[in-house]
Every structure is written in C-alpha cells, then in structure tokens.
C-alpha cells in the first residue's frame, strides 16, 4: 500500500468517526476498572494483536496532575478515555476497540462534537502491517464547523491543521526492519522519511532512526526517536555523562566557528518537557561592552537581545544517551532533573572556563535557559550554572537580575 493511499485512508477513516460517537458510551459501559494518568499512556503501535501495556505509570486512585482517566476493559486493555481542561471549560472523551487484525482509539472534543484524534494500527496474522495517526491541531475555526464532514476534512487538510503520520512496515525473520513514513505538519507540510530498526543479537528492540533519505544517504544520518535505556543505568549517572559530553560538543563547536576574541557567555537554549538539545550562542566580551556602552542598557536586555554568534553543535557523541533519558524524563515528568542536567553541562563550561581552549573574559560565564519558559529566577539559574559569588556580585551591578525576586 502506498503512504498516499494510508493518508487518504485516516482521512476517510475521520469522516466516518463523525457520525461515531455512540461508541464513547459503548466504550465506557465496557470498563471494568479505571485508572488515571499525567499523559497520554496508550500508542497503538505497541498493540501486539493481543495486549497494549500502558507507555507511562497509571494509577488505581486519582492523584495530583494525573488528568486522564482510563477504563479498562476485562482483558485490562484501554477502551474508555476522559480529560478536560479546567479553566477553558473543554472536555474530551474517546474509545478504544481492538481485534487481532486491528487496533483503533478515537477521541472526540465534546465541545463541539467532532473527533479531533485518531490512531490506528492494523495487523495480519500477527504481522504488524501499517500505523495511520492523525491529531487536530488546537479547536476549529468557525468557518470549518460545516455540516458537512467531507467539506470540514478538506478544509482541514488544505488549512495545514493536522499532525498525520502514517508507517508502512517492512519485516526480516519475522520482525519489523524499517518502516516507508509520510507524516505532515502544521508550518512544515508533508514529507516522507524511513525509519530504520536495529536489535541486540538477543532480539531485543535496541534504537529506531528516522533518516530523510532524500537529504543524506550517509550511516551517521538522520535523527533517534528511540533508544532503549541502558540497562544498569540510574537516571542521574546518565545524566552527569550527557552533562559532560555535551559541554565537551559545545566547546569543539566554539572551535570550529574559530573565535579568535575572549567571550562574555555562552548561552545554551532548550525546551522544557520537550527537547533537550542544545542550542548554543556566544557573544564577545567587546560585542556584550558595546551593546551596554551604545543603548545603555542592563545586561539582563544584553541576554534578550543582543546579536549572538549561533555556534552549530554535533550532537554524535551524546545522542543516544540523549534520547533515552529524555523518553525516560518525559515518561516520569522527571523536568526538574533534566533542568539539573542542562545546568550541569553550562556548570562544567563555567567553572572549566571552556576546558581553557577558547579565549573568555575575566567574568566569563555560560548558562542554560528556555526563554519560552519566562519568567524566571536568573540568579537562581546562574548559580546552578556554576557562577561564583565574585561573578554574581560583578554582573548583578550591571543589571543581569532586575527582573528577580528579592
């Protein structure tokens, strides 16, 4: 089956869950117990024609920040599903239905009644065959609540509202080996990758790499969306290795830009709960002098605002590590612990004055920051970040913490 066909196909398959909610009810009458999670915890993909096991811990009773509830059918698969949001009064329900050939979850907002996420894997003989997902981007404009679901389809896919992904499977001995993906984006559009599956001589899944064939054809290519944990591995000690190695890939990306001037900082930018790798900038020591001497302004701005040297950075010598412990804090909402870790690296970049082979200012520092995530404690930062008292004392009287709490 060509992706074309898959992406035409949960296309329709969208169409006919318009008329499908009856099935929540179904869904729900089925339940023989529940369970509560912080996340989404169920991906069809792990469904083996028999069982689905849940991808982050449920709980029996609800407990703080667990705001999905799950009803869970007599053979303890999902078949029910309800959270909501609050505070915007939008509620969302959703079924579950499987049979050794197919497994399918549909979730609708109840606000407006229309089905705004569906999964679907189906199988052969135990064989899995293809995976189709397609998720509504955010609510629907008023123009598209048409009454018509083939008209509201078509004007959702022209509009670009949809996170599609759809994997056709390719199998050696009995195992998947890679998968043909087409997957489309908000701002992005379509494109198709392959993704690849590598196993321990155990036959145990070990990575999964998405590679665009279309970009690059080399081994070292693509990208991991999942590395299995390394086992006898605490969260910690794998932290403090990605820290050190992703200190020691900034610094060799610093020598490839050949700075030739002493540098003021080094920021390392990330996205909270979403992706920990670095994005690195710097700024000369005269760049950082300049900017406050012409606009008069506090550091703090000099942070926000000034025309930072992007610095690239291979992420080779961590990435594995990288993605398995990001799957394991994502799962476990361990955030605060990859915080520490990104600090951890700009610590080592800090007290190591860049391991001493790029030139750097007397008050040199380096520090790891998601700006997105404002406001935040600056002071509160630069500490963890291995920023000396001198150096607080020195940056604080030229207005790097105004925006801080006393």
């Not at 899944?205 to 054809?217: C, T």
Request: aromatic residues 12%; proline residues 4%; negative net charge.
């Amino acid at each position: 089956m060509q992706l074309t066909q898959l992406k035409a196909d949960i296309w329709q398959r969208w169409i006919a869950a318009c008329a499908e909610m009856e099935k929540i009810a179904a869904g729900k009458a089925a339940a023989e117990t529940f369970v509560y999670s912080k996340d989404r915890c169920y991906d069809l993909r792990k469904y083996d024609g028999k069982q689905i096991k849940p991808d982050s811990p449920v709980f029996s009773e609800p407990v703080d920040g667990a705001e999905y509830q799950y009803g869970l059918d007599k053979d303890g698969n999902p078949c029910y599903v309800f959270y909501e949001h609050k505070y915007n009064k939008v509620s969302w329900e959703g079924y579950f239905s499987f049979t050794p050939e197919q497994a399918i979850y549909v979730e609708f907002n109840m606000n407006n009644r229309l089905p705004v996420y569906i999964q679907r894997k189906q199988l052969a003989e135990g064989k899995e065959i293809c995976y189709q997902s397609l998720h509504i981007n955010g609510g629907f404009a008023a123009d598209l609540l048409q009454p018509d679901p083939i008209e509201i389809a078509r004007e959702l896919e022209k509009a670009q509202y949809d996170f599609l992904l759809v994997e056709y499977y390719q199998h050696e001995e009995g195992r998947v080996t890679s998968a043909n993906c087409l997957a489309v984006s908000p701002g992005i559009g379509e494109h198709t990758f392959k993704r690849r599956y590598q196993y321990s001589k155990s036959g145990v899944l070990e990575s999964i790499k998405d590679i665009d064939e279309k970009v690059a054809q080399d081994e070292g290519a693509g990208f991991y969306s999942y590395v299995r944990w390394p086992e006898g591995r605490t969260m910690q000690d794998v932290a403090d290795e990605i820290s050190l190695l992703m200190a020691e890939a900034v610094v060799a990306g610093l020598q490839e830009a050949d700075i030739r001037e002493p540098l003021a900082f080094v920021e390392i930018g990330y996205r909270i709960a979403d992706s920990y790798k670095p994005y690195v900038q710097a700024l000369t020591a005269t760049g950082q002098q300049k900017m406050q001497d012409e606009k008069a302004c506090l550091m703090q701005d000099v942070l926000l605002w000034s025309d930072k040297i992007d610095i690239p950075v291979s992420y080779s010598s961590f990435e594995r590590l990288l993605t398995a412990f990001q799957e394991e804090a994502m799962k476990k909402h361990m955030f605060e612990e990859a915080n520490a870790m990104m600090y951890k690296a700009a610590w080592h970049l800090t007290t190591q004055r860049l391991f001493g082979k790029i030139p750097v200012s007397d008050q040199f520092f380096a520090y790891a920051v998601d700006w997105s995530m404002c406001p935040q404690n600056l002071t509160e930062i630069m500490q963890a970040c291995g920023m000396s008292d001198e150096s607080l004392a020195y940056w604080g009287g030229r207005g790097l913490f105004m925006d801080d709490e006393e």
